[in-house]
């Protein structure tokens, strides 16, 4: 401890001031705070006063009821502070925090400031494609279209190409089963499948034999056996 000696009743020029304890400031000196050299030894004992606390708070805004909460900070003006890892959303993209004091603290601060201080995380719903594509039976798919569509929106497949002649259109298909987007992109496919007719051949008015033939092949007619006196 600091001690200060001299002659009764001279002045004291300047009091001690200790470093005070974290979150107080030193408040003077008990049981007074002496000018001049009292009579006897005596001791002085530091008083202390608690530093006033302020709160940074961290709402997540649309993620409030999807994620876990970012601790809010609390502290005396000019604590080092630091500034939260950014919240991860699924489905979205953090585009940073908003300060309910903008002309005061626009930014998270490095050091505690003299007030409350709220910041709200802004969000932007990720989007992702979803890519068409056509084939016409066993043959390599071709890019028909694009359609562009939100996280967590309900997924509804665009119109089928225009019908080609023979062939019947099977639909939109993807690798898996979805009913609203996720958060990646995916690949619709659609094929087209060759029509198939049946062929009957009968003779004098018996089924001779029938044969299936895809749209535009070449019918296999049967041999006719000859039968004498027709």
Do not use: C
Not at 75 to 92: F, L, N, Q, T
Not at 116 to 126: E, G, L, P, R
């Amino acid at each position: 401890a600091d001690a200060i000696t001299g002659e009764y009743g001279s002045a004291i020029a300047t009091l001690p001031t200790p470093d005070a304890p974290e979150g107080y400031r030193f408040a003077g000196w008990k049981p007074y705070n002496p000018t001049t050299i009292p009579a006897d030894n005596a001791d002085f004992v530091a008083q202390w006063s608690k530093l006033d606390e302020y709160v940074i708070s961290f709402d997540l805004g649309d993620a409030n009821e999807s994620i876990e909460a970012v601790p809010s900070i609390t502290g005396y003006k000019g604590m080092e502070i630091s500034k939260p890892a950014d919240p991860v959303w699924v489905g979205h993209t953090f585009l940073g925090w908003q300060s309910d004091k903008p002309e005061m603290m626009p930014e998270i601060p490095v050091t505690m400031p003299e007030f409350d201080v709220t910041f709200t995380a802004q969000w932007k719903t990720n989007t992702h494609t979803i890519t068409y594509y056509v084939k016409v039976d066993d043959s390599a798919p071709v890019k028909f279209d694009e359609q562009t569509v939100a996280f967590g929106e309900t997924i509804a497949f665009i119109d089928a190409p225009e019908q080609r002649e023979g062939y019947t259109f099977g639909g939109w298909t993807m690798e898996q089963t979805y009913t609203t987007m996720p958060d990646r992109d995916l690949t619709a496919t659609g094929t087209f499948t060759i029509n198939t007719h049946n062929v009957t051949f009968v003779v004098d008015g018996n089924v001779l034999s029938m044969v299936t033939v895809a749209y535009s092949k070449q019918i296999p007619y049967p041999a006719v056996e000859y039968k004498e006196g027709n």
